[in-house]
């Protein structure tokens, strides 16, 4: 007689599992095998964990039976290539569209206004700046980050039938951001501005990362032809970007969540601000990581929607199209700011022109007082206004700037071209002096672009 081989566990795989009444099915059929201890199934992952003594159990019988009823059990992963079909994409499209009406519903609410913080506030006001923040464009560019890196973890981890399993790399990304934080803004305190990147070089990043987003967010929904595609500059970094299996490392999940420190939206510029001028580590560490854990909600959100609907086999499909799509449109969007900031031509900026050509450019010149132009503006939450203005090259010029309640990317101001750097803006009167430069288009904007004007020199 041959000895009693050790109990042992394992996943089956169970295509066409689609509602909880089919766990119930598939439990039954499989605990009637003889060496089967014990069944569970879950109708969300498509699994069935099992314990069994002895062999494997043989599927094909049980198989049999389950046909009758349109469901099928593996030990191997059953991938489903069929072509997402157009109730796929129309689910899915109706979804992004509801969910870009909503993020753009809370931009212009304004709800940043109402939360302004510097070095002297307290830190819970940082961690509500930060749940602010999380409903803003930190939430596009650390977002589609988050969704990009999704679609490898939830196929690498699937396997698990253990949701604590599965949510590893989502914890770990948001666990590691939070203390990356922490850590980096003590930092900040203590030796200040030498970490950062210049704001241009910041710019070109962005947009190279972006680049490579929008190619992985095209792949994720599917568009064919371009699946083994890897942009060609510089190829050490995109290729890595796009290619899924760059993100299966276990340490990848941790090694992006501490990465965005360095992928600032205005909000985060402001909060790295008020922590290098806190010329303190615990103070430092303790503004950026309450800042960061005000953005947690948000993230948290996004990665349990990727983790529960990306590793479904009902939701997989829709899903995939629906997060391509977001990713391609914040990569867009990210894009866009970037050009702003390098004062180069962008959507925005093109919007702007057509708003003004209806007014002639003699009309719309500033007014002259004692020699100087003055160009009168108030910047708010959400706008500057007016965003274009005309002067004349050569002129002395001072640009009246009525701070009537900036707060994130609007509270700083850059111009290529008319002042080097970034200037902070103030609460109330602003002033920037400078002579007018030679004949041209130039461009100005919030510090991560996402709010722009134009200046036309004459």
């Known amino acids: 007689m041959s000895k009693t081989k050790k109990v042992q566990q394992c996943n089956i795989?169970?295509?066409g599992m689609h509602c909880p009444s089919c766990e119930i099915l598939i439990e039954k059929k499989l605990n009637a095998i003889d060496n089967i201890r014990w069944a569970k199934s879950n109708h969300k992952t498509g699994q069935v964990c099992i314990t069994f003594h002895g062999d494997k159990p043989n599927l094909d019988k049980i198989n049999q039976e389950l046909t009758t009823f349109g469901y099928k059990l593996s030990y191997d992963e059953i991938v489903d290539n069929s072509d997402p079909t157009t109730r796929d994409y129309m689910i899915a499209l109706g979804t992004v569209a509801v969910f870009i009406f909503l993020f753009l519903l809370l931009e212009k609410a304004g709800i940043a206004?109402?939360?302004i913080v510097d070095a002297k506030s307290s830190?819970?006001?940082?961690?509500?700046?930060?749940?602010?923040?999380?409903t803003s464009s930190c939430a596009a560019l650390v977002g589609g980050m988050l969704l990009s890196a999704g679609k490898t973890w939830n196929k690498q981890y699937s396997a698990s039938t253990d949701m604590l399993s599965r949510a590893y790399p989502y914890v770990a990304f948001n666990v590691t951001r939070a203390v990356s934080y922490a850590i980096f803004g003590g930092i900040l305190g203590i030796v200040g501005a030498s970490l950062g990147l210049s704001l241009y070089k910041t710019a070109f990043l962005l947009i190279i990362i972006s680049s490579a987003m929008i190619l992985l967010g095209l792949q994720m929904i599917g568009i064919k032809g371009i699946q083994s595609v890897a942009l060609p500059i510089p190829k050490s970094f995109t290729r890595f970007i796009t290619r899924e299996n760059s993100f299966a490392n276990k340490f990848m999940p941790a090694v992006l969540g501490g990465l965005t420190f360095f992928l600032?939206?205005?909000?985060?510029l402001i909060a790295q601000s008020a922590a290098l001028a806190s010329s303190s580590f615990t103070q430092g560490a303790l503004i950026m990581g309450a800042f960061a854990l005000g953005t947690l909600p948000v993230l948290s959100v996004i990665s349990y929607t990727s983790l529960s609907l990306g590793s479904s086999v009902k939701f997989g499909k829709r899903f995939s199209i629906a997060a391509g799509a977001l990713?391609?449109?914040f990569a867009l969007y990210t894009i866009n700011s970037q050009l702003n900031v390098l004062g180069?031509?962008?959507?925005?900026?093109?919007?702007?022109?057509?708003?003004?050509?209806?007014?002639?450019?003699?009309?719309?010149?500033?007014?002259i007082q004692n020699g100087v132009q003055i160009m009168s503006m108030e910047a708010g939450p959400i706008s500057y206004s007016p965003s274009s203005f005309v002067i004349k090259s050569g002129l002395k010029t001072k640009w009246m700037i009525n701070d009537t309640g900036t707060s994130g990317c609007t509270s700083t101001l850059i111009s290529n071209g008319i002042f080097n750097g970034l200037y902070q803006l103030k609460r109330g009167a602003n002033i920037i002096e400078f002579t007018a430069p030679t004949p041209g288009r130039y461009a100005f904007s919030c510090s991560m672009g996402m709010v722009s004007g134009t200046i036309d020199v004459i």
């Not at 600032?264 to 985060?268: D, H, L, S």
């Not at 180069?344 to 500033?366: C, E, F, G, H, Y």
Request: glycine share 6%; net charge positive.
């Open 13 to 15: 795989n169970a295509h």
């Open 113 to 115: 206004s109402r939360v």
């Open 123 to 134: 830190i819970p006001a940082f961690f509500l700046f930060g749940v602010v923040a999380g």
């Open 264 to 268: 600032p939206c205005g909000f985060t």
């Open 327 to 329: 990713v391609v449109i």
């Open 344 to 367: 180069a031509p962008s959507i925005s900026s093109l919007a702007t022109q057509l708003r003004a050509q209806d007014i002639k450019p003699d009309a719309r010149l500033v007014p």
